[in-house]
């Protein structure tokens, strides 16, 4: 199978990729001039609103079946203060991925996914050092829940893609 372009379902013209992943830059509570705030703090693994507030990023995960590859969204979930110093505490320590996962929620909506992503449950699974923390999404029906549990295609992926390669461009 050819990855490096696909029809595009939007415009019709043929793009590179699609990309296998897509990111959200921080939670959506972070606003601009945050970073000159006192008890705030992003950096691209961790986030911290007005001391109060503590956000993991981490990465959502669907299998493309017809590929064998993975498809990721790299989001950001809310954790309480306890398991935030927890993950912090042991964030270089060999053998983390021990860790029993911590309850969060969804900081982030995906456009395209209705109803919103925004404050779904999930935990958060920490990995061995130099990995990201995988998110697992709460069983439920919502359609990004479903597609975590059951996988995706390939046309799945495209449709995602042109989906948001064309939000990103829009003026």
């Not at 008890?39 to 959502?60: A, H, P, T």
């Not at 790299?74 to 860790?99: I, K």
């Not at 998110?135 to 439920?140: S, W």
């Not at 549990?149 to 799945?156: L, N, P, Y």
Request: proline share 9%.
């Amino acid at each position: 199978m050819n990855t490096d372009e696909f029809a595009c379902g939007i415009c019709g013209s043929t793009h590179s990729g699609p990309p296998l992943s897509f990111a959200a830059p921080a939670p959506d509570f972070w606003l601009p001039g945050m970073a000159e705030t006192e008890g705030c703090l992003l950096d691209s693994d961790l986030c911290v609103i007005n001391g109060e507030r503590f956000f993991i990023r981490g990465l959502i995960e669907l299998p493309v079946w017809d590929s064998g590859e993975v498809f990721t969204y790299s989001m950001w979930v809310s954790l309480s203060r306890q398991n935030f110093t927890r993950a912090v505490d042991v964030w270089e320590q060999p053998g983390r991925e021990n860790e029993p996962p911590y309850f969060g929620w969804l900081s982030n909506e995906i456009a395209g996914y209705e109803p919103t992503t925004l404050n779904l449950k999930t935990n958060v699974h920490t990995r061995p050092v130099g990995q990201p923390p995988y998110i697992e999404l709460e069983p439920t029906g919502h359609p990004l829940a479903v597609e975590q549990r059951a996988g995706i295609f390939r046309s799945r992926v495209e449709e995602i893609a042109s989906f948001h390669l064309h939000r990103l461009q829009a003026p």
